[in-house]
């Protein structure tokens, strides 16, 4: 067990409106902080009221970027009470993420404790309206105040909490896809397989340049033959082709989601085959040319699960399943949801309720 101090807020807050949350930018009362230096490792784990960090200009994160974090959803049930989805899971690759990063790893039961006490007590800010979830946000980076590359001597682990509103307040709707030719995310031997800020800044052109031509996401390659599809944008993606689900396997450069884990899971038990291989774009252009691809969904924590209702390959659009969400990414997207709000049993045992 981590003992944990606690000092609550003289300030309280208050949870905004549902339709005013958005995402991201609206934080709770309190934040989980704990300091971690190679003489004492992890010490000083505390829960105390949100407010700025106080780092040296030097440290290591602001220019060598030694920062990972995970994404996870507290989620309120129609009972009143709040659970979370798969924390363990998050827990180990924050660490395979830190592992990968040289930064110093945190005992997985430390961190869900941290993640457990901090969302207990700010559980009146997980706000209650359809879609909406209380967004949770581990980070660990190296606070080092020195220039000098010689790895991670000093670091925080912290937990801040967000409210947000309904990734699909204006409808469940199909996205349109562009694949990036010029830039990737990320190689294999590299940082792809981690949840660590540098993958995200390298995404930001491309991002960009995307959204300036009216698309919602980018479809990555693989960063050596550019060749075989990775992931869209910020989530892994699946194609329905000819009755069976096709995702990319796990080759190292793509980040392994909880959510395709848990679709990949899901859909064997409902006896749906599901294929974890590399697919090319051009398997995936002939597919949609010759109509045997019958549905494309992103998957990830934010979106749960993002039907793409177009994809742009070099200035050629391809329309998939006729623009409209498919009945695989519809059901998938109704039994998970229904898990995570808690509408629906859990025969899988994925569910994990906050006490008190
Ligand atoms: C977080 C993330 C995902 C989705 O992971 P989940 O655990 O399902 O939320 C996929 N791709 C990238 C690049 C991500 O950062």
Not at 286 to 315: H, R
Request: aromatic share 10%.
């Amino acid at each position: 067990m981590l003992w944990i101090s606690i000092t609550k807020t003289t300030h309280p807050g208050q949870l905004p409106p549902a339709d005013k949350l958005g995402f991201g930018s609206v934080f709770t009362d309190h934040m989980f902080l704990m300091d971690y230096t190679d003489k004492t490792g992890w010490h000083d784990a505390r829960i105390v009221p949100f407010g700025p960090l106080s780092l040296s200009p030097a440290a290591n994160v602001f220019h060598y970027a030694a920062e990972v974090f995970e994404g996870l959803k507290a989620y309120r049930r129609a009972d009143g009470g709040v659970q979370l989805f798969r924390p363990w899971e998050n827990m180990k690759r924050l660490n395979a993420s830190a592992q990968r990063m040289g930064l110093p790893l945190i005992p997985e039961s430390d961190a869900l404790q941290a993640v457990k006490t901090l969302v207990s007590i700010d559980k009146s800010w997980a706000p209650s309206a359809p879609g909406t979830s209380l967004y949770i946000r581990p980070f660990l980076f190296s606070t080092d105040p020195t220039l000098s590359l010689h790895g991670v001597h000093k670091a925080v682990f912290a937990v801040i909490l967000s409210p947000s509103g309904s990734y699909y307040a204006n409808g469940f709707k199909p996205v349109r896809i562009m694949l990036e030719i010029d830039d990737v995310r990320a190689v294999r031997g590299g940082t792809g397989y981690t949840k660590c800020g540098g993958n995200y800044a390298a995404s930001n052109r491309a991002d960009g340049r995307a959204m300036a031509q009216g698309f919602d996401q980018v479809l990555w390659l693989d960063g050596v033959e550019r060749r075989y599809i990775e992931e869209v944008g910020a989530m892994n993606v699946m194609f329905k082709i000819n009755g069976t689900v096709v995702t990319p396997a796990l080759t190292g450069s793509i980040l392994p989601g909880i959510t395709r884990r848990s679709c990949i899971e899901m859909l064997r038990s409902w006896g749906v085959s599901v294929e974890e291989r590399l697919l090319s774009v051009q398997e995936l252009v002939q597919a949609a040319a010759s109509g045997t691809l019958e549905e494309a969904f992103g998957t990830g924590t934010a979106a749960v699960i993002s039907p793409i209702g177009e994809l742009n390959f070099k200035g050629e659009g391809y329309t998939v399943n006729q623009g409209v969400i498919g009945p695989t990414a519809q059901r998938l997207y109704d039994e998970l949801t229904g898990l995570q709000w808690g509408a629906r049993p859990d025969p899988f045992g994925w569910v994990c309720p906050i006490e008190g």
